[in-house]
């Protein structure tokens, strides 16, 4: 059994409400923290963890913490990331509906450390019925003297608040997600200032995602060092991956970081193997903004050594022949799958989700998406192939937030390591036949 | 398909309104723009028509075209009148490997419309959306506010069945049976 | 004062200059092109990406370059920063990029636009890329709006700068237009047929990059090369009252603000000077505006363009030859 810090609870009966939580060790971070703490020396613990953030990045958390300006007479705020919409990824959506008294735990010990007095998760607004669960429970943590003011009589007060979102991908990029907040359109802001400077209404704001908040509670609950031993090198922690796609068991899994990708996808432990005894053919092992690899290359790296799942191992190579650990969404593809599809259907995604505010990003994702539909309908030329390279590559870099370089990594990687595909396409259409039917984006938009 | 109604919201939800805005800083009422187009939007008959949108942007005290510019950003308004259920069928990455063409293509036959589109009797919609964080459970849809996942064409059809027996608009503010995992 | 060198060139500036500021003051040569930036309107610039450049060094403290190019209107400088404009290929050849990205939805019906001899998008894609793009896609295409009876909406000309929006927000009251949808569907609209109006709200006009947003008043009248343009004024309690008058002969075409070297303008003005004063004896002429020479237009640019198909044959004879300036205005 691997090791669980996270989830260590997440199937007792009941856990969901307070009492259990409570039961079980609940809300003990946050009297450590008030009662035995300051602000700074919780900081400290969170830098000696090594925690690294869990939205995509793995910025280092504990240092993202210290940017944060102290201007006198400006309120601070600490936002949690809860809009989770990376194509593959749903551990949050796990760890909030099943224990949500751990992520509040931790919004009030991190709000603690930040001097935030007041504090949001913004949850995508399809996760309607999670936005309630969490409600109540911050109702039972008010009730419970968790939140409010003079919190266990430390002279500390907090207010949190759910705030729904309502349906666009952009919302997770951190600033998209504070204009979101504001009631505007999610149109990332250019940067400088980052949010840490002028944040939320202009105020200094820390974003956090929903796993880094709820790993501040076992960090402070046993150290920073103790939670800095458990992974593997500057990986340090569990991880919560969401595994889906061609396995026989899809899931929300926390992994210790360092474990092998082979035994990842092969254990009963985890994925048990790919579904229905076929091959492995390729892998997107961090959501799907992330490269994706083919089979030999997820399992060993360039130079043959065995792929770990973790931050380093995962990007050993670059971006030639590495990936990224991403936020977690491990989507696994049995050697039926359509590269071309798949990546006609990520850039159709990213197509779709673009906010539209810089010229490469807007044009760019709706002129490939278009050159890929063009390759499906069988019209494609081998110049195509080279349009697409070159597309990718005038987004990537130019524009204002990271979705350019999400949408274009995707294309990149797949005429990397799968252009025989491409050219087998444009060269032999009737081969498209075996692929399944796509669907007609435009006729699908409503309005 | 539309029962026309005052567009006001009744004392209660006034009360609901006025406490969403003292979540955010004095004078950031704007800030409860998205929250209020989801109250307004389950009150009136699941989309926002221009009427409504101007009564939420003088309940907040901004300019319409802000709401405007807003509502039309976010895939979850709707801004032309929709079905007592809109089925939302994810079209993404994983939800695509498990089939959920053949969902979509499924219920396009089954309805007789194509996503997008309304029955007749302004029972169902369809609408095609992006990855809802439910791809360990692929195919899935949803409906008001229910995940329905690990999805089937047995378990579409009961889906419908039931939603059809219930005869009531679905909104995001209903309650749901939490599937457990 | 922090001290910048753009292109090997080294000026000494205020502190929160921005690399595009310094760029200008430095000269033409070193100025990077900047479709959406503009002085006057607070928060504008960063969307189009058409003044990317390289920074080589971050500053004499913190020497590394940034990992990636710049907008260059939203980057202040710091002392000691080293900046790439034209010497980078690499600025050079993403801005290629960058002026594709914007013509392949742009309408191709130059011909015909009004804004043509003064587009900055027909200048930036003479002067940085190519002027054929490459995609065979139909283009995006949106219906003409009216709003109001001086100002007219031609969506499909829109490169999404942003700059119409910053001016309602900024310089009128009670915006009525803004961005609507998203993504490569996002428009320019009033999203319900709203009238703007508001004593400033012709500066939409002026400050639209392209032909999108166009003078009624003007529309079709003229060629913006065959008029000749004086700079004049007249006491207005609204605004300066400092414009530039578009003659066609013995007659005024149109009112503009009074733009710069960079094509901004320097102040705004209101509706009654824009719109409805259009008599010579209604202004005081200071004399000709020296207007710079950075229009490219020439005929065999247009070859291979479509002519739209709302043209008659006979609508076609009437244009102008475009290599000739008859009426004598030596100013282009
Ligand atoms: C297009 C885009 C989408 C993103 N989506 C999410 C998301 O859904 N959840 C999340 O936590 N971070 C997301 N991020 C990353 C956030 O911008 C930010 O880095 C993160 O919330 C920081 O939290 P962390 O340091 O705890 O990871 C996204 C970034 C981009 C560019
Ligand atoms: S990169 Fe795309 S999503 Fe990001 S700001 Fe630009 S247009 Fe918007
Ligand atoms: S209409 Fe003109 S000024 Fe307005 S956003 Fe479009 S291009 Fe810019
Ligand atoms: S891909 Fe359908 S829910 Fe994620
Ligand atoms: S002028 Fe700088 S990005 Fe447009």
Redesign the pocket.
Known sequence: MGKKILLKHDHVSGIQGYEVYRKMGGYTSVERALKNMTPNEVTEEVKKSGL????????P?GL?WSFMAKPKGVKRYLVC??????PG?FK?RYLMSRIPHLLIEGMIASSYALGANTAYIYI?GEFFYIARILENAINEAYANGWLGKNILDSNYSLDLFVHTGAGA??C???TA?LESLEGKRGN?RIKPPFPAVKGAWDCPTV???????AAVVPIINDGGEAYSKVGIGKSTGTKLISASGHINKPGVYEIEMGITVEDFIYSDEYCGGILNGKKLKAVVAGGS?VPILPADLILKTANGKPRLMSYESLADGGFTTGTMLG?GGFIVMDETTSIVKNLWNFTRFYHHESCGQCSPCREGTAWMEKVLHKILDGQGSLTDIDLLWEIQRKIEGNTI???GE?AAWPVASAIRHFKSEFEEYVKNPSSINDVKHYFEVNKLEMA | MTETKEIKFNEETLELVQRIIKRYPEGKQKSALLPLLHLAQAEFDGWLSAPTMDYVASLLNILPIEVYEVASFYSMYNLKPVGKCVIEVCRTSSCWLMGAEDIIKYLENKLSIKAGETTEDGMFSIKTVECLGSCGTAPMMMCGSQFHEKLSFEKVDNILDKLKSDDKRKTYFDAVVVEDY | MPKVTIDGKTIEVADGTTILQAARMLGKEVAPPAMCFYTNLKTSGGYCRTCLVKVSKGSDKDPRPMPKLVASCRTPIMDGMEVQNNTSPEVIDARKGVVEFLLINHPLDCPVCDQAGECHLQDLSYENGSAKTRTEFERRTFNKIEIGNKIQLHMTRCILCYRCVKVAEQITDGRVHGVINRGDHSEISTYIEEVIDNDFSGNVIDVCPVGALTDKTFRFKSRVWFTKPMSAHRTCDKCSGKVTLWYQGDEVLRTTGRKDQWGEVEEFICNTCRFDKKLTSDWTIEGPTIVDKHSVISANHYEGMIIPNELTLNDIKKLPLLEKNTDGNTEF
């Open positions: 690294r953030g869990r939205g995509g990045a793995g910025f958390t993202k990331n809860a809009d989770e919409s990376e990824t949050d995508r991908y952009i997770g990029e951190e997600l990332p974003v956090n995602n929903v796993e880094t908040i903004s936020s937030c990271p979705l999400a």
